[in-house]
T-cell receptor
Framework: DVKVTQSSRYLVKRTGEKVFLECVQD?????MFWYRQDPGLGLRLIYF???????EKGDIPEGYSVSREKKERFSLILESASTNQTSMYLC???????????FGDGTRLSIL | EDKVVQSPLSLVVHEGDTVTLNCSYE??????LLWYKQEKKAPTFLFML????IEKKSGRLSSILDKKELFSILNITATQTGDSAVYLC?????????????FGKGTLLTVNP
């Protein structure tokens, strides 16, 4: 079974802090993704990566950056956290572009 | 801009009922449509549909895609309380960013005993 692990289930940070969310997958998947999920808005893609050191912006990249130094790990960085970044963050991975994405359990991030 | 619309947004049924969830899409260079079930944590994959008119089944769940009318349905027969969840539909494209899923907002299904 595919295992996508997100480092924290719950996280509380302060406005202006630099925040790192980590995601690791154990299936040697090429593609990795970061989404945020908000009530009434659904899942929205922030960034994705189709190879090590490669990244592409999704629909809502503003205020975020990503890092993929190793194939199995994809990090989401909030450069200077703001209250409107309070959300559920979901990481996903897939083998190729046309294979289903498999999701981690999510990190519920609160910015105070 | 790609768009996926699900209906209804929420649904309450009794155990044993049959439900149909709807998903319409407008996705540039459409490649496939996926269904996920989300309980309290990670969305879990149910089906991926790429061909029109071919039903996919898994137990009491089934799904079909109509590429001419740009929609898909997810059927659940003999519902159980364990089917209570948010059901998500997503479309993928085969353009330059061919790894991108566009999600609908989901249908919240509540199955009462």
């Amino acid at each position: 079974d595919v295992k996508v692990t997100q480092s924290s289930r719950y996280l509380v940070k302060r406005t202006g802090e630099k925040v790192f969310l980590e995601c690791v997958q154990d299936m040697d998947h090429e593609n990795m993704f970061w989404y945020r999920q908000d009530p009434g808005l659904g899942l929205r893609l922030i960034y994705f990566s189709y190879d090590v050191k490669m990244k592409e912006k999704g629909d809502i990249p503003e205020g975020y950056s990503v890092s993929r130094e190793k194939k199995e790990r994809f990090s989401l960085i909030l450069e200077s956290a703001s209250t409107n970044q309070t959300s559920m963050y979901l990481c996903a991975s897939s083998w190729t572009g046309n294979q289903p994405q498999h999701f981690g359990d999510g990190t519920r991030l609160s910015i105070l | 801009e790609d768009k996926v619309v699900q209906s209804p947004l929420s649904l309450v049924v009794h155990e044993g009922d049959t439900v149909t969830l709807n998903c319409s899409y407008e996705v540039t260079n459409f490649r496939s449509l996926l269904w996920y079930k989300q309980e309290k944590k990670a969305p879990t994959f149910l089906f991926m549909l790429t061909s029109s008119g071919i039903e996919k089944k898994s137990g009491r769940l089934s799904s079909i895609l109509d590429k001419k009318e740009l929609f898909s349905i997810l059927n659940i027969t003999a519902t159980q309380t364990g089917d209570s969840a948010v059901y998500l539909c997503a479309g993928t494209n085969s353009g330059g960013s061919n790894y991108k899923l566009t999600f609908g907002k989901g249908t919240l299904l509540t199955v009462n005993p």
